[in-house]
């Protein structure tokens, strides 16, 4: 059974930046096989991680759409059957799965009930599950994972960013999800104490901080992929730390 790791926060708070250097340390780690699935219809994990996609969930969902049939078990069979084979992009270490956009607006519900009916299957296959997405939370909402073992919230050194993770912390209590453990992360800062206060009040749980880091902001500029950063760059750095404290068996 997949550990599920989650990624949740305001938007640009740093979600996708942490999961790519997630993903990057469970590899130089050796922790075991790893699927990262971005939930977000406007994808970026791939940029960031560097990997090329072909198909997406709902590339996949819309082919089947267009096949000429009255019958909606083979629409059902065609989306079973090219899932694990067209929309899982093998990356050497580990596995990208990318939820995408439905061609129809309004209709994300469609490629996220699909993720959620393949869930099992894809927690038999792999030892961790990163799960980057979108600011709405829409995983979290529809209840597409039911279980989050370790739920990182993320906030920019803001009042309302750490307000909106206590937010969301809630959200998660008050849905059908059974979160392991939730931790916030604070970034762009090297120092947290100025938002003690606020991060007491949201009763969330700080496991570190990653400061401003320039060469990341400049690797985003230039579109280059962020799991290239050298290892002693101050964002690969800490976050290290966090994940090494996150992931340790005492955590
Ligand atoms: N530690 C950091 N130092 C410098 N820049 C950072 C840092 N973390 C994130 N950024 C920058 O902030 C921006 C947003 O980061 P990112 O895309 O990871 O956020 P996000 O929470 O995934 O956003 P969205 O809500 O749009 O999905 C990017 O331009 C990224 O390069
Ligand atoms: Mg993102």
């Known amino acids: 059974m997949a550990m599920h790791i989650a990624l ?9 930046t942490i999961a790519s250097l997630l993903i990057r340390y469970l590899i130089d780690t050796k922790k075991g096989t790893i699927l990262a699935v971005d939930a ?3 994808s970026t994990l791939n940029l960031a991680l560097g990997v090329q996609v072909k198909k997406s969930i709902s590339d996949i969902f819309n082919e ?3 096949i000429d049939t009255i019958d909606n078990a083979i629409r059902g069979n065609y989306i079973k059957e090219h899932l694990p084979e067209d929309a899982l992009t093998h990356a050497g270490d580990y596995d990208l799965l990318l939820v995408g956009v439905p061609q129809e607006a309004g209709c994300y519900c469609i490629p996220m009930t699909i993720l959620k009916s393949n869930m099992e299957t894809l927690d038999e296959k792999y030892d ?3 799960i ?3 600011a ?3 995983y979290l909402s529809r209840e597409v994972i039911t279980r989050l073992d370790i739920m990182l919230i993320i906030s920019d050194p803001t009042v309302k960013g750490v307000r909106t993770a206590g937010r969301i912390r809630e959200l998660a209590r008050s849905l059908n999800i059974e979160v392991g453990k939730a931790y916030l992360i604070i970034t762009k800062t090297a120092d947290a104490a100025p938002l003690q206060a606020e991060i007491a009040a949201t009763g969330l749980e700080l496991i570190g901080a990653v400061p401003f880091d320039e060469q990341l902001a400049e690797y985003d500029l230039k579109d280059q992929p962020l799991v290239q950063l050298p290892p002693d760059s101050p964002a690969v750095q800490a976050t290290r730390e966090i994940f090494r404290k996150l992931l340790a068996p005492t955590a």
């Open 8 to 16: 949740a926060g305001k938007g640009g708070t740093g979600k996708t």
């Open 40 to 42: 977000d219809p406007n």
């Open 64 to 66: 089947a759409k267009n």
């Open 128 to 130: 961790y599950m990163v």
């Open 132 to 134: 980057d997405d979108q």
């Open 136 to 138: 709405g939370m829409e």
